[in-house]
């Protein structure tokens, strides 16, 4: 069920109503961040609230319904990140995992949200690529769970996804290297960025 709540991509079901298939435009990404480059603000918001919401609910629902493993909660929310970045509703071909991240950090601990955001957002800025920030969080959390838990499984699980998310932005390294990725400029410098990128 969790992954099946992760396939439900808002990112997508956005962009059609706006006449935009996230997978061929724009960073051809069906996650927020393309929603922001495509549709704007309000449907990046959007996007990253809702995909921050199935993650946090698929591992709250888990760790309900199976309170017998310490590891039940991190195993809703991954299915539902796998659901996200392969979605059988979209031929497999999904976002990349970071707010889903986020659901997951934000069902472990609201406080470790909190504190992983800012990090995640000084680290954006630091080195001007969203990558970064993504794949650290990722590895953070890994850590942090271990850390507050000692659950192998759990971090294991958690350090499986670590990989998965870094592979899925292989395209964007790719990007970097051809000087075609977003970077933090985008925040204040919409146009500018957009016309360094190559899009409309």
């Not at 006449?19 to 990404?29: A, I, L, P, T």
């Not at 995992?97 to 955001?117: E, H, Y």
């Not at 993504?134 to 971090?155: E, K, N, P, Q, V």
Request: charged letters at 15%; aromatic letters at 16%.
């Amino acid at each position: 069920m969790s992954y099946i709540i992760g396939s439900i991509n808002p990112s997508q079901i956005l962009g059609k109503l706006h006449g935009h298939d996230m997978r061929k435009e724009g960073s051809k990404n069906a996650g927020a961040s393309n929603a922001y480059i495509l549709i704007g603000k309000k449907a990046f918001f959007i996007v990253a609230a809702s995909d921050i919401f199935k993650a946090w609910l698929c591992w709250k629902l888990t760790a309900y319904f199976i309170p017998e493993y310490a590891f039940s909660g991190v195993f809703g929310g991954l299915c539902c990140t796998l659901g996200h970045m392969f979605p059988i509703f979209m031929g497999f071909d999904g976002g990349k995992g970071f707010a889903c991240l986020g659901g997951m950090i934000m069902a472990f601990s609201p406080w470790a949200f909190i504190i992983q955001l800012g990090i995640a957002f000084a680290i954006f800025f630091l080195l001007k690529y969203l990558v970064f920030a993504t794949i650290l969080s990722s590895a953070l959390f890994t850590g942090i769970y271990w850390y507050f838990t000692r659950d192998g499984i759990g971090t294991a699980m958690l350090g499986g996804m670590t990989v998965l998310i870094a592979l899925k932005h292989s395209e964007n390294f790719r990007r970097i290297k051809e000087g075609k990725e977003a970077t933090s400029r985008y925040l204040g410098h919409q146009d500018e960025e957009l016309k360094r990128m190559g899009y409309k």
